[in-house]
């Protein structure tokens, strides 16, 4: 199952405001990022899978610390962070997911952990881009 969502408050219909004034320059406006998985995908259960082209060093150190057990679902939430993270940016992935860090969210971006009434085998993320 892969849900994902990206919003930002629009006039036009394009999910896109311009947030600035007219004499303001560009402004970010504010995005909000949604993503689920289930832990039992193929790509999280193995380091390899997704590990070499998704995750950096430090986010493949911090899944390896953690009992074997306990692995995949920390590769598929630190996924759903990614995702939530570059849908809440409206950019997608521009380049490699690895240099988007989801143990540390940039500044001005609350990041969630969304486990309540999710069924058992799914994690989840949100995150929220402040303008």
């Known amino acids: 199952m892969r849900v994902g969502a990206w919003w930002a408050p ?16 560009p402004a970010a406006a504010p995005g909000l990022g949604l993503d689920v ?8 259960a193995d380091p390899d899978a997704l590990g070499e082209v998704g995750f950096s060093t430090a986010e493949r150190a911090w899944a390896a610390a953690l ?12 996924w759903t962070r990614k995702e ?15 240099d988007v860090a989801a143990l540390h969210p940039p500044p001005g971006v609350v990041l969630l952990d969304v486990a309540a009434g999710l069924p058992d085998g799914i994690v989840g993320s949100v995150a929220l881009r402040r303008a």
Do not use: C, M, N, Y
């Not at 629009?10 to 320059?25: C, T």
């Not at 998985?37 to 790509?43: C, F, G, I, L």
């Not at 939530?84 to 690895?98: C, E, I, M, Q, S």
């Open 10 to 25: 629009g006039g036009d219909g394009d999910g896109v405001e311009d947030a600035a004034g007219p004499d303001d320059g």
């Open 37 to 44: 998985e289930r832990v039992d995908a193929p790509a999280f």
């Open 84 to 98: 939530a993270l570059v849908k809440a940016a409206g950019t997608g992935f521009t380049g490699d997911p690895a």
């Open 67 to 78: 009992p074997r057990s306990e692995r995949p679902a920390a590769r598929a939430r630190l």
